[in-house]
């Protein structure tokens, strides 16, 4: 049995992560959740548990076995490392230690090995990166990957509770024919609208965050840095679930019929590819599902060795929630909780 704790526990990733706990029966001796001094006292069910919220900044983490954050990078940046050293292993959802070359970023389908080498932080790769890494990852073993052209068409909770609450606040002043209120989580109006800036700009760079973790994340995970990429980033009004249109060169030749069935044999991959029945993956469908799904498959006809598809998944569940309970359920399968390489 273990003891886990929630941090972000009162964020839409913390309310996801503690229904898949127990959706999964995850093994939980003693459970804790974690937020600001904003939410600190609030109670909150578990199962047949009531658990007070604590604040993460005062808490006293020790006698945590492991602690998945979603509480953003600056609570990770002032938290992990001190819940780390109390013995926890954390699992974050924040992009703040991804890239460390010290903190291994793991996708539980794709490269679970990695998790040997941790010493105390793991990462959760970013929503975007997640749902494609998985569906890449057989095509990436058949066939190698050369080049991706990815436009993504991301969902408003990636932005948190403040995205979702914009969208449906705006879209109702709208249908009432009222003057909408002014953006305030978008540099624009997101209702009835599609923004290419997904993310931040940093100053002096043409790309935002959120394209930049694409090609970095990505190139980690598959271990393989030569992969060319190129990502634009779209925030739409939809509110959960992210899709994906991605353009991929293979090193060796795959047809859309092999690539079809490497992926209908993936772990965590659904294929619904039958666009002349109208099927193929929606976000609307993909919305509390923990799969990836797939669709549109096809010929790049601009490109004899590139194939084209549509990837959808749900954000908040495989893109930050159920990969994070995946990687503590193998961890607790593999004895590598208490088991850190110094
Ligand atoms: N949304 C996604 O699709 C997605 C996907 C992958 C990763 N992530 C990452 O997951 C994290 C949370 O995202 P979300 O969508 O769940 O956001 P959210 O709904 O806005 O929730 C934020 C959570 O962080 C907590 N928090 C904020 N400041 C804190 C502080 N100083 N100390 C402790 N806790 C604090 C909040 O607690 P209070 O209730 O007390 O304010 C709340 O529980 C972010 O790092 C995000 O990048 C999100």
Request: proline share 6%; net charge negative.
């Amino acid at each position: 049995m273990t003891s886990i704790g929630v941090v972000g526990a009162t964020g839409q990733v913390g309310v996801a992560m503690r229904q898949i706990l127990l959706e999964r029966g995850f093994p939980v001796d003693q459970v804790r959740f974690f937020a600001s001094a904003r939410s600190a006292g609030t109670v909150l069910p578990f199962g047949d548990r009531e658990v007070t919220v604590e604040d993460a900044a005062e808490a006293d983490p020790r006698g945590l076995d492991i602690a998945v954050f979603s509480a953003g990078a600056a609570t990770s940046r002032a938290q992990a490392p001190r819940f780390a050293e109390a013995g926890a292993i954390v699992v974050d959802n924040s992009s703040k230690w991804r890239m460390s070359d010290d903190v291994p970023l793991v996708v539980s389908e794709v490269n679970p090995k990695a998790l040997d080498g941790h010493h105390g932080i793991i990462a959760n790769p970013n929503c975007s990166t997640m749902q494609m890494v998985v569906a890449l990852k057989p095509i990436y073993d058949a066939a190698g990957i050369e080049r991706l052209v990815i436009s993504t068409y991301q969902a408003v909770s990636g932005t948190g509770k403040k995205g979702v609450d914009e969208l449906l606040g705006q879209s109702r002043a709208l249908h009432a024919g009222d003057e909408p209120p002014d953006p305030r989580a978008y540099a624009h109006r997101i209702a009835f609208n599609a923004l290419p800036h997904a993310g931040n700009f940093a100053a002096g760079d043409d790309h935002t965050d959120e394209e930049l973790k694409l090609v970095n994340e990505t190139r980690k995970i598959l271990g393989d840095p030569s992969i060319r990429i190129s990502a634009t980033c779209v925030r739409v009004p939809v509110v959960n679930a992210h899709s994906e249109a991605v353009n991929v060169e293979t090193r060796s030749p795959l047809s859309p019929e092999e690539a079809r069935e490497l992926l209908r044999a993936a772990p965590g991959v659904t294929v619904l590819d039958d666009p002349e029945d109208g099927r193929y993956p929606l976000a609307i469908e993909a919305d509390g599902q923990d799969d990836v799904f797939v669709g549109r498959i096809r010929r790049d006809r601009g490109h004899d060795q590139a194939l084209d598809m549509w990837i959808v998944s749900d954000n908040l569940r495989k893109g930050a929630a159920t990969n994070a309970i995946q990687l503590a359920e193998v961890l607790h399968e593999r004895g590598l909780v208490g088991a850190r390489v110094a």
